[in-house]
Each structure stands twice: as structure tokens, then as C-alpha cells.
């Protein structure tokens, strides 16, 4: 069944993509077709900035690809696919903050060790999140929800994308730091949430900056804040948590390359090299930035040390904030 | 710009040959996977979503949106055939299609619901076109509050759906519950029932239980039991197709509720093509006057579920396309082939990308001329489907259904579940339990929960909230009617006229 599905995956591929010019970035990699592994569904955030990220290597090399969705367990399964598979540097995948540093400090039974079981690639993006509310709502900034919610604790009402997702923990954490009790209200996904804000039902939601984007465009719902260290040149007019008196506050959902552990020195920098020569395209750098996103790249190595501090920093979090799942 | 220069606009942005080529490839590829069984419309979206990379974005969208309402019509063709539906929202059909094929009239069925799916796909694009704005507005005022009350109608008012025995049935609805429980609870993130298997950590597939259940279990229950098929030749040439002056008669309400009904679950995210199937059936079981007669070839039994899931198609499309908020993982594909052009899909979509709104709007009537050009010659062609022997035909029905079912998720886990519940459903069919409410208590349970839970704690655990919110208290008065209704029948002794029955 497996083969069936490769051949036809492989055949749309073939039908679908024009010749491009072989600019041989190594001679004898990859000398077949490329699995990436996206670990969430079609559509998604990381499932469009891997396909876009791809499309370019893909364009830039000449090598193929076969884009492999294998969603489920908040992305632990489709990880936990990468990390057992051969560690020739022909099966990689996108990871990001929830299934590379959150999920094992979350989890009992995760199926791998971050920091052990993958091969660093390198980093790719890195998209804040934004605390919006109602256009009507009595808080016309930060300080104003923090007052309340201390003026009687448990008064604010804020919603997420889901329990344990990287916007869940950062409320927490800014719960944590700010000494506040808030009450966590979860959602699927951010369908019924902005309706839900839109019309007032819930205080506050926390979402990726890409999510809430086009609604705070549109004026439908006004962001409050954003949680990353410097403010987003997409919403110049928003600020920064930390600039609230919380000195360092930062949380990001960030998305990395990675491929099983053990992939040799040599083919970790020419997919280093083809990453970063992907990420420097200026087309790729428009499309990405629109929606709310930073690009990061760097090297491998970069990328290792990043990912052992984000690992203990999420772990710090999830202590902190008492969540835990099982 | 006035509506008539929108009109304008959007008709030659749809009719230039390229977006019209894209437009017959969608459709064209969606009625064709509709009509292999398994094959969803999530999995042929998800196959063909890189393709979108080398388009533009309206001919992408009209691509994609194709396989969308295309896969629906193509649906019901294996319902009605071979009692193995081409996806969910198509499994209400085969409870009346099917026996009308055993009885000769698969073909008057297929055109039927060809029309039928053609109607409820023209009001769906009518109130898109009119009223995307006003409606969407409304759909705003539903929250979880006003969802739970929703769910707990469908839930009342189709319980019985299938017919028989009530007591078998409500088995069934908890049995689909407790199947809908499983995997992480969305609120405090613990698994439940799921043996420490990460593949049931998100719950149990939708397809995987489906098709398992109609598709599986019937290929099982035919095994030995069929001879030859006996199909009277004379019955797939172009003239059996006809139906006759009553089905005629009898198809018009039907077809007029379940667009309507089809519509409504349309707009509401989260919803969608399936459950307005399932309510657009149960309305008319219980608004019909001899409900004895579906089950068991009843026209109206096609028509209804079959306008509903097609005018449910077109008008997910109004929360999608004019506020930015996806109903479903299709809608939300959708979204994401238009962010990889680079265009944010949200409220200001229609504003600032005219060209492409009313392209596509206007792409989805002429999808949906060809898609009627396209189905009413395939009938006959599909028709003599039946005259393919059994030990050829079912095999490869559970290879589609295996490969569908693979292709949601690329879970082998999944293919897997589809044998499980392949096995159960013929169990369960053996000692006649009906598989249709086992769907709904599926689908709506967990809907339920996430629902009642969210708004207890929107609400501070104040009860009162369902009867304080206007939209949510009408819902739940409509409810306690059909309870009472139903009681009244079941505790009053019956007289001889025509008093309805619990069913």
C-alpha cells in the first residue's frame, strides 16, 4: 500500500513540476528522491511553509521531493517517523516548537529525545503570537487586562488554539510572571475562537501572529500585544509583552529542519547549504514575511545549540505553569 | 462596483479558458473520486494540493473548490449501486438508494439525485452570491452554547433514522458516543481509551469508521450470498432511467427542505455536508406521512440528504470566503493554496480581491452545469457497474476503500481500523443493529462535548446560559417538541388514522 502511494504521489510529481536547471549543489547527493515529512495536514501553517521552503530547494537544486503529510498527537507521530528512519539525509522534516521542545517536557510517552534523536538542519522561520480582543472590549491594552484580571482574579476569560500549544503555554507564562490567575478556555484550531472573539464571548485569545493577521487587518479584532522581544513591522502600532514590565519575554513558534540522528557531517552542510540558499530568495522572503513570519536559517550547529535552550526554556514553562498531560 | 459589474467580472474571470480548463479538471476529478468508495474529498484535495503551487490562485481555488462539490455528486453513485458510500455525507443515501437499485431502479435513482444535487448546489450558490455578508453575520452568533443545542436536536430528531427497533437504535447513537471519546480529551489534554496507542491519540478516523461500517461490512455480508447479480439488462439502458410522474411529485419538497436545511448546516463552521445530510434525511422521515416507506426505496429518502450535501458544499464557502474563518480541514486547504500565493484569505477578501471571489463563485456554476453535463451520460456507464461479477467487483471496492483510507492521514494504523470496523459492522448487521445512527453518534458526540464543556466555561459553569441565549433557547423548545411528540405517540394508545408514529 505504502508503494502505491509513493508512485502515485511520485507520478503527480513528475506531471506537476517543470524542468529546472540542475545547479549541482553536491555531485553525487541526493541521487534519489528526497522524503520530507510534514507532521501536520495539508493546508496548515507548517505544512504551507515546508512546501513553500521545498518548492524553492527544489526549484534552486533540481533535486525531488515527495512531501509526505503525516499529521496526529500534536506532531509527535509524524516526528517520531523522521527519527526512525535511515539517516542518509533523504528523509528529513519540519519540526517546531510544540513537537521539538514543548511536547517532551508535556508528554509522558513521547516517542523521542529532541535533542538526541534528530540531526539538526537548520532553522527556517520564526512567527510570534498575538494576544487580540473585541474592537468594544474595555481593555485598550495590556496593562489595562493585567489590572483587571488582578483587580479579581479569574475575571478574564482567554482563548487558544488548544491545550498545550505554544500559545496556551506563553499565557501561562505571562500568568506566571504577571502573578495573575486567568481561565483558560481551548479551542480546536482558530475557526470558532475568532468567531468567539469577534463577538465578544471570550476576553482574549492568543494566537500565531499568521493566524490573527488578516482579521486584525480587516478590523474585526484588535491586537493587543505580541510576544516577540521587538514589534512585528507588520503592526508597528502593537508592542511587545515585555515592554509591559516583563523584561525578556519572549515566545515564538519557530519551525526547523531536521532529519533522523547520525546523518554524516558532510550531506548535513550541503542541506544546510540548499536551506539557507532557499531561505536568502527574496520571492521566498516576501511571501513568508506577509504573513507574519521571520526568517531565521544559520547553520546546523546554530540550530543544536537553539534547540538545547529551547527544550530547557519549555520545560522551565511547562513547570511553572503546573500543565501536564498524563 | 455594483452587483450586476461584480456578475460581469466574475463570469470572465471564470470563462477564460484557463480558469475553465482548471475548473472541468476539478470537477471532472472530484465526480470520479466521489464515486470510488473511500476516497474523500480531504484525500484527493490533499493529493492534489502541490499541484496548486503552479497555478495562479483563482484557478487554483477553482480547481480545488471542483474536487470539492465534484467528489459530492460523484458520492452517491456507490451509495445507491452498491450500498458502499463514496464518503460519509453520502452513507444516508444508500438507506434508500440502495433498495431502490434492488428493486431496478438504481438508474432513476442516480439521475435523480444528479438533479437533486444539482438543485441543492444552485441555492447554495444563490444565497453565496446574495446574502454571503448578512448571513455570515448571523453565523457569528453562534457559539458553543447555541452548537449544543443544535447537536442535541439533530441528535433527538434522528435517532431513529434508520427505523426498527427504537431501543437498537439508541444503542447504537451511545455506541458511536463512546466511539467519538476516544483520543485526547481537548480540554485538559489527557488520552482517553486509547491503550497507549499514539495513532488513537486524535481520536478515531472518520473515514476509517465509515467506511468500515458501510463499505467493509457490506463487501463481507456479500460474500457467498450473491450469485450472479441479477440484473435485467433492460434496466441500465437510457430509458429505465425515467422516473415516473410521482417520483417526479414526490421529489420536489424534499429537494426544497434539504436545500435549506443543507444550506443552513453549510454556513455554521464546523458543521458541514455530512450532518446536513443526516438532518435533511431525518426531517423528512418525520415529516412524511407514511414514514414506513423509507428504508426501503423511498424516494424522498435520495433527494433530501443528497440536495442537503451539495447546497452544504456551496455555502461553506460564506464563513470561509467572507469572514476568513475555515469550517473544516477541506476549508482550510482552501485557505492555505490561497496563502501560498501570497493572498491572506480574511474578511477583506471579497473587497480586495474582487476577480477572484466572483470568479470563483461564478466558477461554481459552471462547475456545476458540467458536472451536470457530465453525470446524466455516466449513468448508464455506471449502472452496468452491477453487471461486473461480484468476486471481480469487491475486491477492488476494499482496494479504493483501503487506499482512501490510507491516504487521510498516510496511517497505515488507519487501514487497520477499516478491517476492525469492517468486522464490527457486520456483526452488528448480523444481529440487526443499523450501522446509520452509530455514524451520527459518532460525528456528533464529541461535537457535543466540546461544545457543552466550552460553553460551561464561557458561561462560569452557569447552566442557564442555554436558556439565556435567544438563538440556543428556541433550538432546545423545537427539541422538547419532538420529545414530546414522540412520547405522546409511544404512551397514548394508537388509533387507526394516521397518528405519527415514534419513528
Redesign the interface.
Known amino acids: 500500500?505504502?508503494l502505491?502511494?509513493r508512485r502515485?504521489?511520485g507520478a503527480?510529481?513528475l506531471v506537476?513540476s517543470?524542468v529546472f536547471a540542475n545547479t549541482g549543489l553536491a555531485q553525487d547527493f541526493p541521487g534519489g528522491n528526497i522524503t520530507f515529512t510534514v507532521p501536520y495536514?495539508?493546508?496548515?501553517g507548517t505544512?504551507?511553509m515546508a512546501?513553500?521552503v521545498v518548492?524553492k530547494i527544489r526549484e534552486q537544486s533540481g533535486w525531488t521531493f515527495v512531501?509526505?503529510?503525516?499529521?496526529?498527537?500534536?506532531g509527535?507521530?509524524g516526528l517520531?517517523q523522521v527519527s526512525r528512519s535511515a539517516p542518509n539525509g533523504l528523509n528529513i522534516g519540519m519540526g517546531q516548537t510544540s513537537n521539538l521542545a514543548v511536547n517532551p517536557s508535556?508528554y509522558a510517552?513521547i516517542?523521542y529525545d529532541p535533542v538526541q534523536d534528530f540531526t539538526p538542519l537548520a532553522a527556517v522561520a520564526t512567527q510570534p503570537m498575538a494576544i487580540i480582543t473585541f474592537p468594544g472590549s474595555p481593555f485598550t491594552n495590556l496593562g489595562d487586562l493585567i489590572e483587571a484580571a488582578r483587580a479579581k482574579p479569574g475575571s478574564v476569560?482567554y482563548g487558544t488554539p488548544?491545550?498545550?500549544t505554544v500559545s496556551h503555554l506563553s499565557m501561562e507564562l505571562l500568568a506566571t510572571r504577571a502573578g495573575l490567575k486567568l481561565?483558560h478556555?481551548?479551542?480546536?484550531?482558530?475557526?470558532?475562537a475568532?468567531?468567539?472573539v469577534?463577538?465578544g464571548?471570550?476576553d482574549i485569545y492568543i494566537g500565531s501572529l499568521?493566524s490573527v493577521?488578516?482579521?486584525v487587518?480587516?478590523g474585526?479584532v484588535r491586537a493587543l500585544a505580541v510576544t516577540s522581544p521587538d514589534r512585528s513591522s507588520l503592526l508597528p502600532d502593537v508592542p511587545t509583552v515585555a515592554s509591559f514590565g516583563f523584561d525578556g519575554f519572549e515566545t515564538a513558534d519557530w519551525k526547523a529542519i531536521v532529519g533522523p540522528a547520525g546523518i554524516p557531517a558532510e550531506r548535513v552542510e550541503t542541506l544546510n547549504a540548499a536551506i539557507n540558499a532557499a531561505l536568502a530568495d527574496d520571492s521566498l522572503r516576501?511571501?513568508l514575511e506577509?504573513?507574519g513570519s521571520v526568517i531565521l536559517g544559520g547553520s546546523a550547529e546554530d540550530l543544536a545549540s537553539f534547540l538545547a535552550e529551547q527544550v530547557k526554556l519549555w520545560a522551565e514553562v511547562v513547570e511553572a505553569s503546573g500543565a501536564s498531560?498524563? | 462596483m455594483s452587483f450586476a459589474d461584480n456578475l460581469v467580472l466574475g463570469l470572465q474571470t471564470a470563462l477564460s479558458w484557463y480558469n475553465f480548463f482548471w475548473c472541468f479538471a476539478g470537477v471532472f476529478l472530484g465526480t470520479l473520486l466521489g464515486v470510488i468508495p473511500g476516497i474523500g474529498v480531504l484525500a484527493a484535495?490533499?493529493?492534489?494540493?502541490?499541484?496548486t503551487?503552479?497555478l495562479d490562485a483563482t484557478a487554483a481555488l477553482i480547481m480545488l473548490a471542483g474536487i470539492w462539490y465534484g467528489t459530492t455528486y460523484g458520492g452517491s453513485t456507490a451509495a445507491i449501486l452498491l450500498n458502499v458510500p463514496g464518503s460519509p455525507a453520502n452513507a444516508i443515501t444508500s438507506l434508500d438508494g440502495y433498495p431502490m437499485t434492488r428493486q431496478g431502479r438504481g438508474g432513476v435513482a442516480l439521475l435523480m439525485t444528479t438533479v437533486a444535487s444539482f438543485f441543492g448546489g444552485s441555492v447554495g450558490i444563490i444565497l453565496l452570491m446574495a446574502f454571503a455578508g448578512t448571513i455570515s453575520s448571523y453565523?457569528?452568533?453562534?457559539?458553543?452554547a447555541e452548537y449544543f443545542s443544535l447537536m442535541l436536536l439533530g441528535l433527538v430528531a434522528a435517532s431513529n433514522i434508520s427505523g426498527g427497533s427504537i431501543i437498537k437504535g439508541l444503542i447504537m447513537v451511545c455506541l458511536g458516543v463512546m466511539f467519538g471519546i476516544v483520543g485526547?480529551d481537548?480540554?485538559?489534554?489527557?488520552?482517553r481509551f486509547d491503550f497507549?496507542i499514539?495513532?488513537l491519540?486524535?481520536g478515531i478516523n472518520l473515514i476509517a469508521l465509515a467506511m468500515g461500517l458501510f463499505g467493509v461490512a457490506e463487501v463481507i455480508a456479500s460474500v457467498g450470498k450473491v450469485h450472479a447479480q441479477n440484473v435485467d439488462p433492460d434496466s441500465v439502458k437510457f430509458s429505465a432511467m425515467k422516473p415516473t410522474r410521482d417520483d417526479v411529485r414526490r421529489s420536489w419538497f424534499p429537494m426544497i427542505r434539504g436545500s435549506a436545511v443543507g444550506s443552513f448546516f453549510g454556513t455554521l463552521?464546523?458543521t458541514g455536508p455530512s450532518i446536513a445530510a443526516f438532518m435533511a434525511y431525518a426531517i423528512e422521515r418525520r415529516s412524511a406521512k407514511e414514514p414506513e416507506r423509507f428504508g426501503k426505496g423511498a424516494i424522498e429518502g435520495i433527494m433530501a440528504p443528497e440536495s442537503a450535501n451539495n447546497a452544504a458544499d456551496q455555502t461553506s464557502f460564506i464563513?470561509t470566503l467572507a469572514?476568513?474563518?475555515?469550517?473544516s480541514?477541506t476549508m482550510?486547504?482552501?485557505?492555505?493554496?490561497l496563502?501560498?500565493h501570497?493572498i491572506?484569505?480574511?474578511?477583506?477578501l471579497m473587497t480586495e480581491q474582487p476577480s477572484l471571489f466572483w470568479g470563483l463563485v461564478m466558477s461554481f456554476w459552471i462547475g456545476n452545469i458540467l458536472l451536470l453535463i457530465l453525470n446524466i451520460p455516466l449513468i448508464g456507464l455506471w449502472v452496468r457497474l452491477l453487471m461486473v461479477p461480484y468476486q471481480w467487483l469487491f475486491p477492488a471496492v476494499l482496494m479504493f476503500i483501503?487506499?482512501g483510507t490510507?491516504?487521510v492521514?498516510?496511517?497505515?494504523f488507519d487501514?487497520l481500523l477499516v478491517a476492525l470496523f469492517g468486522c464490527l459492522g457486520y456483526g452488528l448487521r448480523a444481529f440487526g443493529y443499523p450501522a446509520a445512527p452509530m455514524l451520527l453518534g459518532f460525528v456528533l458526540g464529541p461535537m457535543m462535548e466540546?461544545h457543552f464543556r466550552?460553553a460551561m466555561?464561557?458561561s462560569r459553569g452557569d447552566l442557564a446560559t442555554f436558556i439565556d441565549r435567544p438563538i440556543s433557547a428556541t433550538v432546545l423548545a423545537f427539541t422538547a417538541i419532538i420529545l414530546l411528540w414522540g412520547l405522546k405517540s409511544f404512551i397514548l394508545p394508537k388509533k387507526k388514522t394516521a397518528t405519527p408514529p415514534l419513528a
Not at chain 1, 67 to 74: C, H, T
Not at chain 2, 186 to 191: A, E, L
Not at chain 2, 323 to 327: A, E, F, V
Open positions: 500500500m505504502k502505491n502511494i502515485m504521489t503527480a510529481l506537476t517543470a495536514p495539508p493546508g496548515g505544512d504551507i512546501r513553500l518548492e512531501v509526505q503529510n503525516q499529521p496526529g498527537a500534536g509527535n507521530i517520531a508535556l510517552d516517542p476569560l488548544g491545550t498545550g481561565d478556555v481551548p479551542y480546536t484550531g482558530i475557526a470558532q475568532i468567531s468567539d469577534m463577538g464571548v471570550v499568521p493577521l488578516p482579521h487587518r480587516a474585526t516576501a511571501v506577509a504573513e498531560v498524563n | 484535495i490533499s493529493m492534489l494540493f502541490p499541484l503551487f503552479q453565523a457569528l452568533r453562534f457559539s458553543s485526547s481537548i480540554y485538559t489534554g489527557t488520552r497507549g499514539l495513532d491519540a486524535d463552521p464546523g464563513p469572514l476568513g474563518i475555515p469550517g480541514a482550510a486547504l482552501m485557505l492555505g493554496a496563502m501560498i501570497g491572506a484569505p480574511g474578511p477583506q483501503c487506499i490510507y491516504s492521514n498516510n496511517s497505515a487501514v466540546e466550552r466555561l464561557l
